[in-house]
């Protein structure tokens, strides 16, 4: 029974894969809006019912780590080095995944994005559903109530920055200024 199970999901990650591996090389070839799901399913060799049990919709096909990121974000809170604030834990975080666009892979990916408005705002709203789950991580690291309004809105403010930190001509500088603002609060208009 185990090795069913196991041929079973193997299969899936397989099928899924393929799908996401399919999406992204016609997405890069052809532009998103220029392919459809059928051509993705046919592309993976899968039915379109297929695809669907696999991704909700055609810009899901393009965002194939969803829960990694919540994983990572939980973890540059709770796994801090000593001596480091959670903002400053954070923005390094988010620094660390800007670096990573300086592949000619990741680069045409992040280009598809930033080209595709459906996409730009599907990556935002995807980034932003980790909200609650960073809080509730800033809430348990610092012995806040899990519904405390501080948390919550740390997290936010550190996920809308990820945005000015990317657009940054000098990310580094952006992240500091952003991480030293969190830290100390606003003072002054």
Request: proline residues 4%.
């Given at each position: ?132 789950a960073l809080a509730h991580a800033i809430a348990r690291e610092t012995g806040a ?45």
């Amino acid at each position: 029974m185990t090795e069913t199970i196991g041929r079973r999901e193997r299969k899936k990650a397989q099928t899924r894969k393929a799908l996401a591996d399919a999406a992204l090389r016609l997405f890069l070839e052809r532009g998103f809006d220029q392919v459809g799901v059928k051509d993705v399913a046919e592309a993976a060799d899968v039915s379109l019912t297929t695809l669907f049990k696999h991704f909700p919709s055609k810009e899901a096909l393009v965002f194939d780590q969803e829960s990694d990121i919540e994983s990572a974000l939980v973890t540059a809170v709770h796994d801090r080095p000593a001596g480091w604030s959670i903002p400053r834990a954070l923005g390094e975080h988010i620094l660390r995944s800007t670096a990573s666009v300086e592949t000619p892979e990741m680069a045409s990916f992040i280009r598809l994005i930033q080209e595709t408005p459906a996409l730009r705002e599907y990556a935002r709203r995807m980034w932003m559903r980790h909200e609650t789950a960073l809080a509730h991580a800033i809430a348990r690291e610092t012995g806040a109530p899990e519904d405390d309004i501080t948390c919550a809105a740390l997290a936010r403010f550190i996920l809308d920055a990820r945005d000015l930190i990317h657009r940054s001509p000098n990310p580094r500088q952006a992240a500091d200024r952003i991480i030293s603002l969190l830290e100390s609060g606003h003072e002054g208009g």
